[in-house]
């Protein structure tokens, strides 16, 4: 399965681009995608926190993804 | 009303949005960027923001107060982009007949937007750029 | 700056009058005058102040604010004369370093004036005219 | 002693005038005007609250009043 996860502050600095085009096995969960990443770019291990959003919401860790979903890294927010 | 823009925050729309004749009371919350954070100048910020997850999730916050007191109006207007020292970084304004429940949707809302809403602001000092809240 | 007045009241000169680089947060209350209390009809309202002692007792609540949370300044601005629905009756915006303290005094503001400050409200209905809170 | 008393909101209504020329024996303080403005003005004793001010202070009760003493009564305040 090909993810597109988008990437924004920190999370595109430690990558060094805006999105990422990711292979992972078919019914990967949210945890499972974390773990990948963070195990390629150990910085993103690094973070305070680091939460993944589906499709324009917070993702509970055990959802299920699939190829069409909108999958954007959060790292620690900072609005205000 | 709740907005993300590149351009300078006018505070008087924000409150003219909410006034209305039933509303007694109107609190409004500004942040704006100081020179100093931690003993260190400051020289400019950056804002980035998911900009849809962004409006999705002050939706969410703005109708969870409406939901948890009376009030008239909430509306939101957070900058994005380059910002100056002094410059606004948000504006909030709640109306309500009585002005303790505008105290508290104001305060809520700037808090829970702080916890949640996907914008990320960037620090940038004489001799080191730092995204807030980033590390431990 | 405390300010009486019986022109129409520019809040922005508040807001402006407390803003500074070091503030990173205004928090600003705005009071204006309901078209209903008790449901009731509101035509117009009057504020009567005996101004001298008005202005005195709220450089007191003022400087209690300001010894209590680490606020940079406050400002109030507080109508009088006549006024008609959704007229400003009044302003406070009080600026802080960081927001909560800016939350606190302002609402503390509002608070103490409501209790201790010479200025008297005449509700002027359809069919009557009343002195807010003359009567038990 | 002679004692020169404003007026404001609904005193100022009650009385029928904006300053109350008052006499009073010397020596008397805060506590004994209002008695005898209460009972002079019925309607003052029925308002929730009647304080007096001396030259611009929220006065104690037992407060001694001068001629020469700003005296204001202060209804309930209903500002803001």
Same mark, same amino acid.
């Given at each position: 399965?090909?993810?597109?996860? #988008? ?13 990422? #085009? ?12 974390? #773990? ?45 | 009303?709740?907005?993300?823009? %590149? ?12 006034? %209305? ?73 709640? %109306? %309500? ?40």
């Amino acid at each position: 399965m090909r993810l597109n996860v #988008k990437l924004y502050g920190i999370t595109k600095e430690i990558v060094g681009q805006t999105e990422l #085009k990711y292979c992972l096995s078919s019914s990967s969960d949210v945890s499972s995608l974390r #773990k990948e990443l963070k195990r390629e770019y150990p910085e993103l291990g690094r973070l305070t926190s680091l939460l993944v959003a589906v499709n324009g919401e917070y993702a509970p860790r055990d959802l299920v993804l699939n190829e069409q979903d909108e999958v954007v890294l959060i790292p620690p927010v900072s609005g205000g | 009303m709740i907005v993300l823009t %590149s351009k300078p925050i006018n505070v008087q729309r924000a409150i003219d949005e909410v006034s %209305s004749a039933e509303a007694g009371a109107v609190v409004v919350f500004i942040g704006t960027v100081r020179n100093m954070t931690d003993g260190k100048r400051v020289v400019k910020l950056d804002f980035e923001a998911y900009d849809k997850m962004a409006i999705s999730e002050l939706e969410k916050i703005v109708n969870e107060a409406v939901d948890q007191w009376p009030i008239k109006n909430i509306s939101v207007i957070h900058r994005t982009g380059n910002l100056r020292i002094s410059d606004i970084a948000v504006v909030i304004a709640a %109306s %309500s007949p009585h002005r303790k429940e505008a105290f508290r949707a104001c305060e809520f809302v700037i808090d829970t937007l702080k916890e949640t809403v996907p914008i990320w602001k960037k620090e940038f000092f004489e001799d080191e750029e730092i995204w807030v809240a980033a590390h431990p």
